[in-house]
């Protein structure tokens, strides 16, 4: 697909329609989805009739912004009002909400067309898009490879041009790392700029909606879109959003950027290091003054995440008992069995285990040993952040320790699998933004990104960093070739 500034030309010039737009999506989400199984569900019917709404507006002469006719992926995790939304859970197989949620109303209201929801972790809780209970999604670079997860659905669709832009939630690295293992830029937010009104909760503390693109000014433009106070979420920031393409500049004078020094060493892919070593002495040849930053708690985000993303996990997910919504088991002998057998029948090993985790971690005489160690540690992750923040303007490093894996290379091992997201989990913790820019492959063909973490709402400075790098370099230009 085409650069949101491109479409946006040809229809402001007619010469393209949105419905021909929408159709070429359409048409390649037919093409390349029996390889990539990207989608749940492909909404052709209502992207048609929304795309058939623009041509409307912009044959009565209306001006039209730059999402007006784009057609987008939504996470399956966001609720869409009278559109299917599972969370790719069997408990939630054939929900339909009664509501909108507030970033997917903002971008209705600006125009764009929903192609579908797409394939995730069940509930979010994955870093591979293999606890899905309906399909498994593939990497566009290398069908035998993960696409990253939670939000691999998301990734791959954009990665493979079956829609320009679309949406995922990071609770610990769901945005970021898919960006990384799919070649495209991933971005998360700060925490509370952009509403969770209607994102299905996974851990309220830490989840973060954000945008995928092709190019870090396609995800600036929809971040400035869904960003903003929504009185709804009563975590939601009362701050002004600015027009985020306008701090996209080619070059880096001046800015401060900090290399994060433990998350270079063991664990590391000795290729990744070598590719984001070489991205490094680009920002510097970019006029950026590189400075090597320690973040000495930065290891123990993995250990804190997995007590305090579980233990809200347990919380949010108790809502699911077969009363109110979502599948319910028939012929229970009495109440609590139907509980019992529902949330069995219905939920998927993921799922259950970190509820058991979290339950664990909550239950008397565990807290305090760990919920609340665990959010001790959170407040040291941050300190260190900030400590650093005061030295320079943004921090880098690898997204993810490795490239995309097989496959089923690490269903069985749930350890390895948490460990994917080594580079990501603390900028959740601290609330900061974080975005993932495409720097290079692998020997194998693989994509590897760069990790750029601003201070909390310093979006502007990570997405100019991005920016200068994506434009100083090629990658952001290589299409994986599906047949």
């Known amino acids: 697909m085409a650069s949101i500034r ?32 990207s989608f749940l569900q492909v909404t052709a019917d209502h992207a048609l009739a929304q795309a058939k709404q623009v041509d409307d507006r912009i044959a009565a002469g209306e001006d039209i912004g730059w999402l007006t006719g784009i057609p987008i992926g939504i996470k399956d995790n966001l609720c869409t009002q009278g559109i299917r939304t599972t969370c790719a859970s069997r408990i939630l197989e054939n929900f339909v909400p009664p509501y909108e949620s507030t970033v997917t109303a903002k971008l209705a209201e600006a125009g764009m067309v929903m192609v579908g929801k797409t394939n995730m972790d ?28 939670s939000s691999g659905g998301s990734a791959a669709a954009v990665a493979a041009g079956e829609c320009t832009v679309s949406l995922g939630s990071d609770t610990g690295g769901s945005i970021r790392q898919p960006a990384s293992f799919c070649g495209i830029v991933g971005m998360k937010p700060t925490y509370g700029l952009v509403s969770r009104y209607g994102l299905v909760a996974f851990a309220s503390s830490l989840d973060q909606i954000g945008p995928f693109a ?5 995800a600036a433009i929809l971040l400035g879109a869904i960003a903003g106070y929504d009185p709804k979420d009563s975590t939601s920031l009362k701050v002004a959003v600015p027009d985020y393409t306008r701090f996209l500049t080619p070059d880096l004078k001046g800015k401060k950027v900090g290399v994060i020094r433990e998350t270079f060493g063991e664990g590391l892919d000795p290729e990744v290091e070598k590719v984001v070593q070489q991205a490094i002495a680009q920002l510097k040849a970019l006029g950026a003054e ?79 040993a760990y919920y609340l160690k665990a959010q001790k540690v959170r407040t040291l992750i941050k300190q260190d952040f900030e400590q650093a923040f005061e030295q320079v303007d943004v ?33 959740n913790l601290a609330g900061l933004p974080g975005l993932s820019v495409p720097c290079g492959f692998d020997s194998q063909g693989l994509p590897i990104g760069l990790q750029i973490i601003g201070n909390v ?23 994986p070739q599906l047949t």
Request: a negative charge; proline letters at 4%; charged letters at 25%.
């Open 6 to 37: 491109t479409l946006h030309q040809q229809l402001v010039k007619k010469e393209r329609s949105a419905i021909e737009i929408t159709q070429e999506a359409l048409e390649r989400i037919q093409a390349v989805e029996p390889q990539l199984h």
């Open 122 to 149: 069940e509930f979010a809780m994955g870093g591979s898009t293999e606890t899905s209970a309906f399909q498994l999604t593939a990497n566009p670079w290398n069908t035998s490879r993960v696409p990253g997860g």
């Open 214 to 218: 092709r190019s870090v000014e396609d």
């Open 290 to 368: 590189i400075r090597e930053i320690s973040c000495p708690r930065f290891r123990y985000g993995i250990a804190a995440y997995y007590i305090i993303a579980p233990s809200e996990a347990s919380a949010n997910l108790a809502r699911y008992d077969g009363v109110k919504y979502g599948a319910r088991v028939a012929n229970a002998d009495n109440l609590l069995e139907m509980y019992k057998r529902t949330r069995a029948e219905g939920f998927g090993a993921e799922v259950k285990r970190r509820i058991m985790i979290g339950t664990y971690v909550l239950s008397a005489g565990y807290y305090d």
């Open 395 to 427: 921090l880098v490093s690898p997204t993810a320790p490795t490239t995309a894996f097989e496959l089923g290379g690490k269903t069985t091992d749930p350890l390895s699998m948490y460990l994917v997201d080594l580079m990501t989990i603390p900028v």
């Open 457 to 479: 709402l310093r979006e502007d400075q990570v997405l100019q960093v991005a920016y200068a790098y994506e434009q100083a370099t090629e990658w952001h230009k290589q299409d």
